[in-house]
């Protein structure tokens, strides 16, 4: 059973950064594909990015050149490196995991999820 632990989420000034992080365990033979989901009160979670096992992400395209994921090289850990933070207000990050070797941005490919940590921005 793969355990995901989200950390990093806190408040953060509009134009500002902040990095989540993702501690996994209960994977330790398996490299798992990884992404970050986020949602806004109200609507519906949504992917953010991810990142296969070979290392290829994939990006939501609101987040295109702010956002980074990367993980460790054991899979340890999972990070999402956020820059110049829009005030979309308050919305929580989920990180997720699947054995697939690739996994893109579409929730229902996700078995593993964390309990979510959340962002505030304020401008």
């Known amino acids: 059973q793969v355990q995901l632990v989200e950390s990093g989420g806190g408040s953060v000034q509009s134009g500002g950064s902040l990095r989540l992080s993702c501690e996994t365990s209960?994977?330790?033979?398996?490299?798992?594909?990884m992404g970050w989901f986020r949602q806004i009160p109200g609507k519906e979670r949504e992917g953010v990015a991810s990142?296969?096992?070979?290392?290829?992400?994939t990006y939501a395209d609101p987040v295109k050149g702010r956002f980074t994921i990367s993980q460790e090289p054991d899979g340890s850990t999972l990070y999402l490196q956020m820059n110049s933070r829009q005030p979309e207000a308050t919305d929580m990050y989920y990180c997720?995991?699947?054995?697939?070797?690739?996994?893109?941005?579409?929730?229902?490919?996700?078995?593993?999820w964390g309990q979510g940590t959340q962002v505030t921005v304020s401008s």
């Open positions: 209960g994977n330790r033979y398996t490299k798992h594909c």
């Open positions: 990142i296969d096992v070979d290392g290829s992400t």
């Open positions: 997720a995991g699947t054995r697939f070797n690739r996994c893109g941005l579409t929730e229902g490919r996700y078995p593993y």
